[in-house]
């Protein structure tokens, strides 16, 4: 049996727990919280939207031999200060997900518009841990909507060879901007 990927999350209460996607994921024993940076653990990847660098494939040797997958839970209203201070304390990588479709109530079929619980789940399903990554979202009452809507893209991203290849394929799922050539 694949030894379960430890979860984390930094919660920085800026939104209502009683919404908040990883306070209900620790309630159900999904997923460690913590609202202090310094608990965090001290090997892995953070997720944190602004860095620019994916989460590849170079990465996952990372994170299945002991590292942790950590995501920063903070409102988008707050997103700039918050990855500001949590990245001066931790010395985890920072890494942000390929572009995928929210499938949370709120934020439906918006690109980039995952909850903390939703862009954990996707690092679960690309480093090649489905079946973590649905229990982590069995919670939820749209959470296997996250993988039906996501479905081609998820698995394309988790065949990709090498971070470039994996930025490449969404083109070929969503209408975005290539400024990397300008």
């Known amino acids: 049996m694949e030894r379960k990927i430890p979860l984390h999350a930094i919660w920085l209460e800026q939104d ?5 996607t990883v306070v209900r994921a620790s309630r159900h024993n999904k997923l460690t919280l913590h609202k202090q940076i310094r608990r965090l653990p001290k090997r892995g990847i953070i997720l944190e939207p602004l860095c620019g660098k994916v989460l590849g494939p170079e990465d996952h040797d990372l994170i299945i031999n002991g590292g942790s ?20 304390t ?3 990588k920072p890494r942000m997900l390929p572009l995928l479709l929210a499938a949370n109530p709120v934020n439906w079929g918006k690109p980039f518009k995952m909850t903390t619980a939703e862009a954990i789940a996707a690092s ?7 079946e973590q990554a649905r229990d982590l979202l069995s919670s939820f009452r749209w959470g296997e909507q996250f993988f039906k809507l996501n479905k081609e893209p998820l698995e394309a991203y988790s065949e990709a060879k090498t971070s470039q290849e994996l930025v490449d394929l969404q083109f070929e799922f969503f209408d975005i901007e290539d400024d990397s050539n300008d």
């Not at 209502?16 to 908040?20: E, Q």
């Not at 839970?73 to 201070?85: R, Y």
């Open 69 to 88: 997958i950590v995501g920063l839970d903070c409102s988008w209203e707050q997103i700039e200060p918050s990855v500001e201070k949590v990245m001066k």
């Open 124 to 130: 679960l399903y690309l480093v090649g841990r489905e």
């Open 90 to 92: 931790t010395r985890l």
């Open 16 to 20: 209502d727990p009683k919404k908040n």
